[in-house]
């Protein structure tokens, strides 16, 4: 530990000092914003942005569709990382390998594929024809579901890292010894992994949720005006409405659920740090 | 069920899923057709021809190019000191600026794209270029002090304050002694900044002018106009550039343990 605290300054200002006027002031009186009227504080902005009806729906889908992907991404997480923890250490670096690998490629790409799947001549409709289940094509694209789908596949590494790595820090023993005892599959996964691997849970549930929350490229691809979500919502409102204080609305809900969310893995991971 | 015929089924569904989409752009990126279809028309190499013949495709390519290496070189000249003072010197405040140089990361890129543009471009006249790299730096930021922060702590303190005692300055101890030893968790950083960056799409969304765009902008406005296989050809690119990429960090520098 060197002490010279004007040598220290001298090193990490710049960075922070940078940090504050490219990224925080601007963000802050963007936020700030929202909060004014006619030259005095108030939340009229808030309740304008929430009497309408356009906005209350958007808000409520956001959050839905941000849960809805949450809770599947683990039922599937659970499955995926306990095939993949149960896997021979070198199989289990590949299927590792194979799941962080889409998180490399670009996320307009990732989402693109879906259009080719899910479009009007797109894999799916072809094969409900082929098979006689439809008679036209269904339309896919620009419905919750579509969304739903794109922002699934976008998020789901992320849950079932942080899985695999709770489970891989359960005690080995504690599956055989409730299977022994007479336990049965559902007993074990409600009564022992789940318990055991809840901090992961919440580390995985916290990064989709938000990640869905936020997303933007998903929704405007896969949604489109149809399917506005609160980040399309708010891009929507500057560039055709010009409305910026809708849209300071929109990032300050957007802000404080990331911030609840960034403070609790900060929390989980101090309390993990103590034991 | 049991584990033996669970386990692949799960694996394959999964992983299916992942990945499966991958390759369905790959495949009609080579379609022959006129329009994006799957199973592809015919094999052709003229979609990926035409990728490179696209002019607003190697402007928004250079542009992008040129916001990820200079965005991260800027947010590791910035970064690696901060982090060296983060983690060596009795720094006060020090929670305030790890705070304040992390928070990029969690802020949504679109309000941060929105807030440059409010309060930074229109009232000061910035060139957007310019305020395209700010935003890029300031993105990458946090990335980068974490990156190094971590490779730091790894690394004993004691050897530098050997190299200060033996005489060496503070600052010669620093580039003779520490560089060298985090060298490859700079270059992890560099690594993945240059990636966060260049698929970053909402900083960017409101910052773009006439003839000023990164490449993802560029590819999610040619998708709304045009329906044919380039933009698919285009990502299957892309997304092999940034698979190598990472595949050689993975190969020569370990790179998951900085991540």
Same mark, same amino acid.
């Given at each position: 530990?060197?002490? *010279?605290?004007?040598?220290?300054?001298?090193?990490a200002?710049?960075?922070?000092?940078?940090?504050?006027?490219?990224f925080?002031?601007?963000?802050?009186?963007?936020?700030?914003?929202?909060?004014? &009227?006619?030259?005095?504080?108030?939340? &009229?902005?808030?309740?304008? @942005?929430?009497?309408?009806?356009?906005?209350? %729906?958007?808000?409520?889908?956001?959050?839905?569709?941000g849960?809805?992907?949450?809770?599947? &991404?683990?039922?599937?997480?659970?499955?995926?990382?306990? #095939?993949?923890?149960?896997?021979?250490p070198? *199989?289990?670096?590949?299927?590792?390998?194979?799941?962080?690998?889409? /998180?490399?490629?670009?996320?307009?790409?990732?989402?693109?594929?879906?259009?080719?799947i899910?479009?009007? %001549?797109?894999i799916?409709?072809?094969?409900?024809?082929?098979?006689g /289940?439809?008679?036209?094509?269904?339309?896919?694209?620009? %419905?919750?579901?579509?969304?739903?789908?794109?922002?699934?596949?976008?998020?789901?590494?992320?849950?079932?890292?942080?899985?695999? &790595?709770?489970?891989?820090?359960?005690?080995?023993?504690?599956?055989?010894?409730?299977?022994?005892?007479?336990?049965?599959?559902?007993?074990?996964? @409600?009564?022992?992994?789940?318990?055991?691997?809840?901090?992961?849970?919440?580390?995985?549930? %916290?990064?989709?949720?938000?990640?869905?929350?936020?997303?933007?490229?998903?929704?405007?691809?896969?949604?489109?005006?149809?399917?506005?979500m609160?980040?399309?919502?708010?891009?929507?409102?500057?560039?055709?409405?010009?409305d910026?204080?809708?849209?300071?609305?929109i #990032?300050?809900? /957007?802000?404080?659920?990331?911030?609840?969310?960034?403070?609790l893995?900060?929390?989980?991971?101090?309390?993990? *740090?103590?034991? | $069920?049991t584990?033996?015929?669970?386990?692949?089924?799960?694996?394959?569904?999964?992983?299916?899923?992942?990945?499966?989409?991958?390759?369905? +752009?790959?495949?009609?990126?080579?379609?022959?057709?006129?329009?994006?279809?799957?199973?592809?028309?015919?094999?052709?190499?003229?979609?990926?021809?035409?990728?490179?013949?696209?002019?607003?495709?190697?402007?928004?390519?250079?542009?992008? $190019?040129?916001?990820?290496?200079?965005g991260?070189?800027?947010a590791?000249?910035?970064?690696?000191?901060?982090s060296?003072?983060?983690?060596?010197?009795?720094?006060?405040?020090?929670?305030?600026?790890?705070? +304040?140089v992390?928070?990029?990361?969690i802020?949504?890129?679109?309000?941060?794209?929105?807030?440059?543009?409010?309060? +930074?471009?229109?009232?000061?006249?910035?060139?957007?270029?310019?305020?395209?790299?700010?935003?890029?730096?300031?993105? =990458?930021?946090?990335?980068?002090?974490?990156?190094?922060?971590?490779?730091?702590?790894?690394?004993?303190?004691?050897?530098?304050?050997?190299?200060?005692?033996?005489?060496?300055?503070?600052?010669?101890?620093?580039?003779?002694?520490? $560089?060298?030893n985090?060298?490859?968790?700079?270059?992890?950083?560099?690594?993945?900044?240059?990636?966060?960056?260049?698929?970053?799409?909402?900083?960017?969304?409101?910052?773009?002018g006439p003839? =000023?765009?990164?490449?993802? +902008?560029?590819?999610?406005?040619?998708?709304?106009?045009?329906?044919?296989?380039?933009?698919?050809?285009?990502?299957?690119?892309?997304?092999? $550039?940034?698979?190598?990429?990472?595949?050689?960090?993975?190969?020569?520098?370990?790179?998951?343990?900085? =991540?």
């Amino acid at each position: 530990m060197f002490q *010279n605290r004007a040598e220290a300054l001298a090193l990490a200002l710049p960075a922070a000092v940078f940090a504050a006027i490219v990224f925080l002031a601007p963000v802050v009186i963007l936020l700030a914003e929202g909060f004014r &009227s006619a030259d005095s504080w108030s939340l &009229s902005a808030y309740t304008t @942005f929430f009497s309408d009806p356009l906005n209350r %729906t958007v808000f409520l889908r956001t959050f839905r569709l941000g849960l809805m992907v949450t809770v599947v &991404s683990a039922v599937i997480g659970y499955a995926a990382a306990f #095939a993949i923890v149960n896997l021979t250490p070198r *199989n289990k670096g590949q299927m590792i390998g194979l799941v962080v690998l889409p /998180l490399m490629i670009s996320s307009v790409a990732r989402t693109y594929a879906w259009i080719v799947i899910l479009g009007r %001549t797109g894999i799916v409709n072809q094969a409900l024809q082929l098979v006689g /289940l439809s008679d036209e094509p269904i339309r896919f694209l620009f %419905t919750e579901t579509a969304v739903f789908i794109g922002l699934l596949q976008l998020f789901l590494p992320l849950m079932i890292l942080s899985l695999i &790595s709770a489970l891989e820090n359960m005690p080995k023993d504690a599956i055989p010894a409730a299977r022994v005892l007479g336990a049965n599959w559902f007993q074990v996964f @409600f009564k022992v992994i789940l318990p055991l691997t809840k901090e992961g849970l919440v580390i995985g549930g %916290t990064l989709v949720f938000t990640g869905s929350l936020t997303a933007y490229i998903t929704p405007a691809i896969l949604g489109g005006s149809k399917v506005l979500m609160l980040e399309t919502l708010l891009y929507q409102r500057v560039t055709v409405a010009n409305d910026f204080v809708a849209a300071s609305v929109i #990032a300050f809900i /957007l802000i404080v659920m990331s911030f609840a969310a960034n403070l609790l893995l900060k929390r989980l991971a101090t309390a993990r *740090n103590k034991r | $069920m049991t584990p033996r015929i669970f386990t692949p089924l799960v694996l394959f569904l999964v992983i299916g899923f992942l990945i499966g989409p991958f390759f369905i +752009i790959v495949a009609a990126s080579l379609s022959g057709g006129e329009t994006l279809a799957f199973p592809p028309q015919g094999f052709s190499l003229k979609w990926v021809a035409k990728v490179f013949t696209v002019e607003s495709f190697q402007e928004s390519f250079a542009i992008s $190019m040129l916001l990820a290496i200079g965005g991260t070189a800027a947010a590791l000249v910035l970064g690696v000191p901060a982090s060296y003072a983060l983690s060596r010197y009795k720094l006060p405040f020090g929670e305030t600026i790890r705070t +304040i140089v992390s928070l990029p990361i969690i802020v949504p890129g679109i309000i941060v794209g929105l807030a440059l543009l409010r309060y +930074i471009v229109v009232p000061f006249g910035l060139n957007i270029t310019l305020t395209l790299f700010l935003a890029h730096t300031a993105l =990458v930021l946090p990335y980068a002090v974490r990156v190094v922060s971590a490779s730091l702590n790894n690394l004993r303190s004691d050897i530098e304050e050997a190299a200060v005692l033996l005489g060496s300055s503070r600052a010669g101890a620093f580039f003779r002694v520490v $560089m060298p030893n985090i060298r490859s968790g700079i270059l992890a950083a560099f690594i993945l900044g240059f990636v966060t960056s260049f698929n970053q799409v909402p900083v960017s969304l409101f910052l773009s002018g006439p003839g =000023v765009r990164t490449l993802p +902008i560029d590819m999610l406005s040619y998708m709304e106009i045009t329906y044919d296989p380039s933009v698919a050809a285009l990502s299957a690119l892309l997304a092999f $550039m940034s698979i190598g990429i990472v595949f050689l960090a993975e190969r020569f520098l370990g790179f998951s343990r900085y =991540v």
